[in-house]
C-alpha cells in the first residue's frame, strides 16, 4: 500500500499504533483515539506525519471530521477485556457496536470506499473444534466476544445495503512491544513480560494447559495492510499463526529466553475464557497471501527486551 489515505481508529493503541507506524511512511495516515486506553507515547516511532484527533468513535461529529478524504479506515477502536466485559457489559455494547455502527455510517457518508473490521477470535466461544475456521458457527462465550459478533454483522448488512467494501478481521492473540501490561486488556505474554523484565514471579490462571494462537503483532500488521489492498471485500478472515501453545510453554519459553527460573503461582481461572484456541489460516494463505515470519521464540525475545528498555 502506498499514497492511500488511511484512518486508524484506536490509532494510538497497542495494535493500532504498531499499524500506524507499519504504514507511516509510505501512506497518509490519521489516527482517531480517545486514549482510554492508547497513548501518544505509542506513536513516537511514527515515520512522516501523522493526524492525531483525540476523541471517542461515539463522538460522531468528530468520527465525520475524521472520516473526510480517507479511502481506507481501519477500525481497531475497542473494549478488548474479556473479564472486564463480564463486568461491564453495557459499557462494551455501547463502545463495540453502537460504535462500530457509527464508524460505518460515517464511512458510508464519506465515501470511504473500504472498512477492515478488527473482529476477534473470542466469537468461536467454547467450541472444542480446532482449528478455528471461519465457516464455524459462532458462539460467543463473553460480552466482549458478543460484540465482536455484532460488529461483524453489522459490516456486513451496512456494506450489501449501501455498497461499503467491508473486511473482517478475526484477530488471535496479538502480542509485542508497547503493550500496557497493567492495563485489564493487556495479554497473558505482555503481564509475562513485564514481571520478567521487573525479576518477579508471573501468576498463570487456572493450570496453564489453556492454549492459544500466538501472533507477534509486527505480522499481524502485514495482515491488515494485505486486507487493505487486497480483493477481499465481504471476507472473514482468521489471522493468527496457525499454531497452538500452551500458557505454560510460554512461561517455560521465556524462562529459556531470560536465562533463569523464573516464580509461579497459581490463580483461580478467569469468567468468559476460552480454553483452546488455534486459528485455521488456509484463508488468509489464500486470499491475502499471507504467512507470519515470526517465531514465538523470536518474537518473544524481542517483547522481552522491549519490556526491559521501560524499566525505571
Known amino acids: 500500500m502506498q ?7 484506536g490509532g494510538a493503541g497497542f495494535i493500532g499504533s504498531h499499524l500506524v507506524e507499519h504504514l507511516g511512511a509510505r501512506n497518509d495516515v490519521a489516527v482517531l483515539d480517545d486514549l482510554s486506553a492508547g497513548s501518544l507515547r ?33 477500525h481497531l477502536a475497542a473494549r478488548t477485556s474479556v473479564p472486564d466485559s463480564v463486568a461491564h457489559p453495557e459499557a462494551y455494547w455501547r463502545t463495540n457496536v453502537q460504535g462500530t455502527l457509527g464508524v460505518l455510517k460515517a ?30 458457527r459462532p458462539a460467543p462465550a463473553s460480552p466482549y466476544a458478543t460484540s465482536k459478533m455484532v460488529g461483524e454483522f453489522a459490516c456486513e448488512e451496512i456494506a450489501s445495503l449501501k455498497g461499503l467494501e467491508a473486511v473482517v478481521v478475526r484477530i488471535f492473540n496479538a502480542y509485542g ?16 513480560c513485564a ?41 472473514i478472515i482468521n489471522v493468527g499463526s496457525g499454531s497452538a501453545t500452551s500458557v505454560n510453554e510460554v512461561a517455560r519459553l521465556l524462562s529459556e529466553i531470560a536465562g533463569v527460573p523464573i516464580r509461579t503461582k ?8 476460552v480454553r483452546d484456541s488455534r486459528a485455521d489460516i488456509t484463508r488468509a494463505a489464500a486470499k491475502l497471501g499471507f ?3 515470526t517465531s514465538l521464540r523470536d518474537g518473544l525475545g524481542r517483547t522481552l527486551v522491549w519490556y526491559r528498555t521501560q524499566r525505571p
Open 266 to 273: 497459581h490463580g483461580e481461572p478467569r469468567p468468559g475464557d
Open 107 to 136: 464511512a458510508v457518508d464519506a465515501k470511504v470506499r473500504r472498512v477492515v473490521f478488527a473482529s476477534s477470535a473470542a466469537v468461536y466461544g467454547n467450541s472444542e473444534m480446532n482449528p478455528k475456521v471461519e465457516t464455524m
Open 177 to 192: 512491544p508497547r503493550q500496557d501490561p497493567t492495563s485489564p486488556y493487556a495479554s497473558v505474554i505482555a503481564k509475562f
Open 291 to 293: 504467512a507470519p515470519h
Open 3 to 9: 499514497g492511500t489515505r488511511v484512518l486508524v481508529t
Open 42 to 74: 505509542n506513536l513516537e516511532t511514527v515515520p512522516g506525519d501523522v493526524h492525531v484527533k483525540r476523541a471517542s468513535i461515539l463522538n460522531r461529529k468528530a468520527l465525520s471530521t475524521a472520516m473526510e478524504g480517507r479511502e481506507i479506515v481501519y
Open 195 to 235: 514481571s520478567v523484565a521487573s525479576n518477579e514471579g508471573i501468576e498463570i490462571y487456572g493450570d496453564g494447559g489453556q492454549t492459544r494462537d500466538f501472533l507477534y503483532v509486527g505480522d499481524l500488521t502485514t495482515a491488515l495492510e494485505l486486507a487493505g489492498e487486497r480483493p477481499v471485500a465481504g471476507q
